[in-house]
T-cell receptor, first 114, second 112 residues
Framework: GQQLNQSPQSMFIQEGEDVSMNCTSSSIFNTWLWYKQDPGEGPVLLIALYKAGELTSNGRLTAQFGITRKDSFLNISASIPSDVGIYFCAGRSASGAGSYQLTFGKGTKLSVIP | DGGITQSPKYLFRKEGQNVTLSCEQNLNHDAMYWYRQDPGQGLRLIYYSQIVNDFQKGDIAEGYSVSREKKESFPLTVTSAQKNPTAFYLC???????????FGPGTRLTVT
């Protein structure tokens, strides 16, 4: 099946710093989604990307759909304590039997030091 | 308020018992999904349904069953055949299977 590598697995940053994380896949995707999950809660959709090269912002968050269609990036600018949580990428295959299904990365756990 | 509700938030069962997790949505979405999440892991698809009275197995369907009798509801039964049922279960829905998915708050099931 498809595999998604999400990195880094975890990161500790100072409040006010910028954050970058990324996902790479073994196959071409036609959709990339970024979610944030707080402990004990369901993931919340942050940004959806549907076109190669697309760059989309949501407040301090910016995500990009890689040109190769095999990767995506999420940046958070000027981090604040409430950014703490686990960030997941999810992608949908461009074709084949898996085209209905989202594949999820294992998450990036973000900790913000005040 | 539109959204997805899951109940209960916490569920405890003895080994050998079947248990049903509830998922309801009032977003008028056609597609619904059940995922399982284990610590440090991504989400794994158990079952999904594109439309009422139709559902398909996901990657880890063994030991689980579902029904989709109403558009708003997609209950998941964890049967005694599921070898390792303790996990966090997440329900999601989308307009169609090609659209972005929205998640409920989850149910944490503990089986002892």
């Amino acid at each position: 099946g498809q595999q998604l590598n999400q990195s880094p697995q975890s990161m500790f940053i100072q409040e006010g710093e910028d954050v970058s994380m990324n996902c790479t896949s073994s196959s071409i995707f036609n959709t990339w989604l970024w979610y944030k999950q707080d402990p004990g809660e369901g993931p919340v959709l942050l940004i959806a990307l549907y076109k190669a090269g697309e760059l989309t912002s949501n407040g301090r968050l910016t995500a990009q759909f890689g040109i190769t269609r095999k990767d995506s990036f999420l940046n958070i600018s000027a981090s604040i304590p409430s950014d703490v949580g686990i960030y997941f990428c999810a992608g949908r295959s461009a074709s084949g039997a898996g085209s209905y299904q989202l594949t999820f990365g294992k998450g990036t756990k973000l900790s913000v030091i005040p | 308020d539109g959204g997805i509700t899951q109940s209960p938030k916490y569920l405890f069962r003895k080994e050998g018992q079947n248990v049903t997790l509830s998922c309801e949505q009032n977003l008028n979405h056609d597609a619904m999904y059940w995922y399982r999440q284990d610590p440090g892991q991504g989400l794994r698809l158990i079952y999904y349904s594109q439309i009422v009275n139709d559902f398909q197995k996901g990657d880890i369907a063994e030991g689980y069953s579902v029904s989709r009798e109403k558009k708003e509801s997609f209950p998941l039964t964890v049967t005694s055949a599921q070898k390792n049922p303790t996990a966090f279960y997440l329900c999601a829905s989308s307009m169609g299977t090609g659209n972005e998915q929205y998640f409920g708050p989850g149910t944490r099931l503990t089986v002892t």
